[in-house]
């Protein structure tokens, strides 16, 4: 089959790799239709993220059809088309079991807090993802779900990581009718999480970028107001003073670990794999949020090292929440919210691109060039 392959920072190639079998009765192997290229790839493309090795294709976002299942797979058939959720999980640990399937405790032998994930580093179990022809899916009978009627194919895709995870932040923000939200961060979760804050009965979101193209579209997706921080003497200044001094009641970091600015983030994480993530965006969240508010945390950071101003939030008295979002348990209701025409995720997408012109793919998205927001990879 035709894989996207990893050959060192900034260097992928689409080669011929083996065909994925089933290694476990519970396997399955997809044959994928739609995939897409998500922020946290362009960490493993920058060469961020520790044990980045070299052959391995990324991709946690894919849609496709069921070509082979293993003796045991039950809930999911041959033909059957299927949306898969980046997080692998086995569904009956002791944390799938309460419903954190981003934390199972049978996928990734290789570390201790965040389970299985397709197509990233091998601190996420080493998983091959769907920037390919084909996927082989572990725990088919509690990953995949077949893609409702009503859901287009496009929005399942952005279900399967992106809208999911951005409601997901929503979520952990726990936000009260009537809340001010800031979310830092215009790229497709950022803009899921805004538009999702709304949902959650926030009373005014504010979106903090630098690039105008992605705040425009934080304008025309999320209806939010905008604030672009390149533009800004002091962002956290300008925050207080828009919510009358006091800060923001919550703060959503939907950047991860490519805060724009840190340039030394670029040096340490890259040349001598020291930093799992620039604190920039968690550090205005922590300072622009008001004492005794909510700081949620989804974007993307590795495992090691960031100089984060806890003790600033421990004394002004925050809730910090965490986690890769458990993306199925966010499914039920997001299918209801399309369906109803209240959210449409496709309408984050701006490139699709063929498998085969991957590497411009990466190239547009992670230079910011052609108001790339969200790319498609179109495998067939």
Known sequence: MKAMVYRGPYKIRVEEKP???????????????????????????????????????????????????????????????????????????????????????????????????????????????????????PFAD????????????????????????????????????GDTAVVFGAGPVGLAAARSCWLMGAGRVIVVDYLDFRLEKAKTFAFAETVNFGQMGDIVRYLKRA???????????????????????????AKLKMQGGSPVALNWAIDSVRKGGTVSVMGAYGPLFSAVKFGDAMNKGLTIRTNQAPVKRQWPRLWEHIRNGIIMPSDLITHRIPLD????????FSSKLDDCIKPVVTPA
Do not use: W
């Open 19 to 137: 065909d994925p079998k089933i290694e476990h009765p519970n396997d399955a192997i997809v044959r994928v239709e739609l995939a897409s290229i998500c922020g946290s790839d362009l960490h493993l493309y920058h060469g961020m993220m520790p044990d980045t090795r070299i052959g391995h294709t990324f991709g946690h976002e894919f849609i496709g059809t069921i070509e082979q299942v293993g003796s045991s797979v039950q809930n999911v058939k041959i033909g059957d088309r299927v949306m898969v959720p980046f997080n692998i999980y086995c569904g009956s640990c002791f944390f799938c079991a309460r419903g954190l399937f981003s934390n199972c405790h049978n996928v990734n032998a290789n570390a201790t807090a965040v389970g299985g994930i397709y197509g990233y580093s091998h601190t996420s179990g080493g998983y091959d993802g769907g920037q390919a022809e084909r996927v082989r899916v």
């Open 142 to 177: 509690v990953g995949p779900s077949v893609i409702p009627e009503g859901i287009t194919d496009e929005n399942a895709l952005l279900l399967t990581d992106a809208f999911s995870t951005g409601y997901f932040g929503a979520q952990l923000a726990d936000i009260v009718e």
């Open 357 to 364: 012109e991957i590497a411009e793919g990466y190239h547009l």
């Open 243 to 269: 919510t009358d001094g006091l800060g923001a009641d919550v703060a959503i970091d939907a950047v991860g670990a490519e805060a724009d600015g840190h340039v030394m983030q670029h040096v340490t994480a």
